[in-house]
């Protein structure tokens, strides 16, 4: 059972380019978040998305795009990288099922360190 | 103004001795307040979750204690162990999918 997995693990990249950085889970969960994470500040959440082909901001989603064309990707873009972006990306899944309903658990991935020179 | 903030930045202790770590919140009503730890390079793991209603939860030596009424919770780790090193967030959940992370602890054991 792989869970959740991010690629790039690693990425270093120029002002200007565009990045993407893949989110993938094999649970089938409804819900996938992105949040960065930065020195000094606790995880902030980008963008989330409840099911397929249905996204929302979150705190801080100047910058980014997301799409969901398929409930297992939840891929993240920056298309037009700055330094401020340079940060610990993570992404997330739950499922508010009724066993978790509850508590909502979220599962977050191994992260992405991104570089932006 | 951080809704969540936590004390102290970081810490340092010995194999074996017993800390305790702090979160204060301003967020309120929430559902559910969790303490998470995060291993170096790794994404963040759920450790305890308690209710509005609960006052303290267990998960080995780990034991999260809540005080509604002081809108204080902390996070007391037994007996310390190598692999207890990593940053402890105390995570405050509002309503259903929206969580506020505190900054985090940052715990060194040292042998």
Known sequence: DAGITQSPRYKITETGRQVTLMCHQTWSHSYMFWYRQDLGHGLRLIYYSAAADITDKGEVPDGYVVSRSKTENFPLTLESATRSQTSVYFCASSDPSDRDRKYNEQFFGPGTRLTVL | ?111
């Open chain 2, 1 to 111: 103004k951080n809704q969540v903030e936590q004390s102290p930045q970081s810490l340092i202790i010995l194999e074996g001795k017993n800390c305790t770590l702090q979160c204060n919140y301003t967020v309120s009503p929430f559902s559910n307040l969790r303490w998470y730890k995060q291993d170096t390079g790794r994404g963040p793991v759920s450790l305890t979750i308690m209710t509005f209603s609960e006052n303290t939860k267990s998960n080995g030596r780990y034991t999260a204690t809540l005080d509604a009424d002081t809108k204080q919770s902390s996070l007391h780790i037994t007996a310390s162990q190598l692999s207890d090193s990593a940053s402890y967030i105390c995570v405050v959940v509002l309503y259903g999918q929206n969580f506020v992370f505190g900054p985090g602890t940052r715990l060194s054991v040292l042998p």
